[in-house]
């Protein structure tokens, strides 16, 4: 879907296009074109096509500690007292 100034950007390509005689028309130039014609639109117009917003709910995980996490390397025994 495209925006507002998207679909102007789109207009003054064709009505340059058709005022040229179908001859080329530079990006560069239609930009600057739409950039002196654009006009904002009004913000009840934009709300009417934006898209509804829905906001996930976070829920609290549980953490989960690896198993090799579980014991520090102090805690363990060293090889040589195991024996």
């Known amino acids: 879907m495209a925006n507002a100034w998207q679909m102007h950007v789109k207009?003054?390509?064709?009505?340059?296009?058709?005022s040229s005689g179908n001859a080329t028309v530079y990006l560069k130039d239609v930009?600057?074109?739409?950039k002196s014609t654009y006009k904002k639109p009004a913000a009840s117009e934009v709300a009417h096509?934006?898209?509804?917003?829905?906001?996930?709910?976070?829920?609290a995980r549980k953490s989960k500690k690896s198993r090799r996490s579980r014991k520090t390397k102090k805690s363990r025994k060293s090889r040589k007292s195991r024996k």
């Open 11 to 18: 207009k003054t390509m064709e009505d340059m296009k058709k």
């Open 49 to 59: 096509h934006a898209k509804p917003v829905h906001h996930k709910r976070k829920t």
């Open 31 to 34: 930009l600057k074109k739409a």
